[in-house]
């Protein structure tokens, strides 16, 4: 069986809810204008009882008309579109006296019926309406007054309207049905431009977006949503491609250097030292290359959140003090002083060997760009949110104007006025993706040639 579209769906939902409240509305109109029509009805025989009551008196257990003539005379020549049918009988049911207008015909007697409540009763074929009121003599019932009213018209009233409802029931549905599938059909047109704007979205045009409805509802925040995701499928997608392009630069130039180098050293016969230094050049390539590759290695490992965190307690004192011991050979060689102010055993829960990566990329970074016999600070406080780590330097300092790119893959503050200071760019990169993951806040504050700090927040 073939699905309903969605926009019949909307219509049939619509229609179903719609044809349960017509329904309901329907059956109280009918039952208001029944109700109406039997009070109507009810309220014209208590007048008439009322008013014959007054024209009878009970003797010798007879039950008399004051005027019988004149009675008679008037309820023959009254002329009622609902006329009211009169008719007294005794104690056991037998004919007594009765109104002129019921002609040959007389009102059934029911034992069993209630006396004084109103009920529906036949008169031949007719149906009427019909009260029995008991006409006493002291306490000893003598006789009955009926009185009875045809409900014919007012049966005829009811059935028209019942006809007329449910004729009239079906076609309403159909032309709401309608309309809500006209409606529904406008209401998600939004949502045919997202399938069209999706068709002609590929991995090389990524600029398309869909239009936005003019009605801020949910349609416009779906349209929303999905242009703010396509952005950033977009930027990811650049990012990406920008990535791929300054990785290939950076791991060509490496290669192309030691391509040369060789290249020159077997053009022509070379005494030891000339090949020794060539050799040690291309070393110092390669290692430089297979730096680079662990750090591309190292990015896309976490850019694609594959890494399974290993949380644990760790020593703040121990991961720094472990990352300086690990660096004091290009401490020592630039003469730099590392100074540790810990006023005691500081602990976090996090990942040791990722934490241990941010402390080495921050502190290697510091070295590069501290002059030789400078200082390096590593400071642990705490408050009452957060153990913050401050790791400061006296270096070269950066930019303003770079302190938005730093953290950017491959860049690198003023590369050209330092050449002498080696690195891939990537370094603060690692840092802050590493950041993100283990939740810590990274602030980096700096000026140049004044120094560089470092703030890692974690958050107790």
Known sequence: MQKLSFKNRIASNYLITTALLIFVVFFVIYSIVRFSVYIKVNNDIQKEVTKHLKEIEVKENCVLLVREQQWKAIQFNKVDVSPAFIQFVDELGALVNKSPNLKQKHLKYYPDAINNELFDGKLDNISVRQIQVPLYQGTKIIGFLMVAMSLEDSKMVLNNLFIILIVAYPLILLVLFLIARFIAG????????????????????????????????????LSQTINNLLDRVENAIEREKQFSSDASHELRTPLAIIKGTLEVLVRKPRNQEEYKEKIDFCINEVNRLNHLVDELLLLARFENQKQTLKIENVSLNAIFLDVISRNSTIINDKKITCEAFFEKDFYVKTDSYLLSIIVNNILTNAVKYSKNNGVINFNITENEDALICIISDYGIGIAKDDLQKIFDQFYRSKSNQHPEIKGTGLGLSIVKRLSILLQ?????????????????????
């Open 186 to 221: 406008k209401s998600i047109k939004p949502i045919s431009a997202i399938i069209e704007t999706s068709k002609i979205i590929t991995k090389d045009n990524l600029k398309s977006r869909i239009p936005l409805p003019q009605n801020k509802d949910e349609l416009y925040l």
């Open 440 to 460: 810590i806040d990274l602030n980096i504050e700096s000026k140049e040639n004044e120094g560089t700090k470092v703030v890692l927040s974690f958050s107790k």
